[in-house]
Nanobody
Framework: QLQASGGGLVQAGDSLRLSCVVS????????LGWFRQATGQEREFVGG????????KYADSVKGRITISRDAAKNTAYLEMNSLKTEDTAIYYC?????????????????WGWGTQVTVSS
């Protein structure tokens, strides 16, 4: 089970940190990915992290503005977003990959959590 939280209404230029708690998933190693889906658009990869080793991968569209990290002791991953733009408005999802490394393909992710809405106003 995955639960994303931390979304909300913010202004352009603000920062936000999303959390994703992973529970009940014992297979190891695995990777966790963050995705987002704006209204009327397809779900897209934002970034991901390998749970073992903490190696990260980011989409080019957000690289430099986001940081993904994890606290293994809390089974929690984080997505920190800075300099938010109106185009970052979307529902953000976290998902557990079938593989040990994070990938950008939705099909590589076996378990998805409920999303959290992020709305960036101008």
């Amino acid at each position: 089970q995955l639960q994303a939280s931390g979304g909300g209404l913010v202004q352009a230029g603000d920062s936000l940190r999303l959390s994703c708690v992973v529970s009940g998933y014992t297979a190891s190693p695995y990777a966790l990915g963050w995705f987002r889906q704006a209204t009327g658009q397809e779900r897209e990869f934002v970034g991901g992290i390998a749970w073992t080793g903490g190696f990260t991968k980011y989409a080019d569209s957000v690289k430099g503005r986001i940081t993904i990290s994890r606290d293994a002791a809390k089974n929690t991953a984080y997505l920190e977003m800075n300099s938010l733009k109106t185009e970052d408005t979307a529902i953000y999802y976290c998902a557990v990959s079938r593989y040990s490394g994070s990938t950008s393909s939705l099909e590589d992710y076996a378990y998805w959590g409920w999303g959290t809405q992020v709305t960036v106003s101008s």
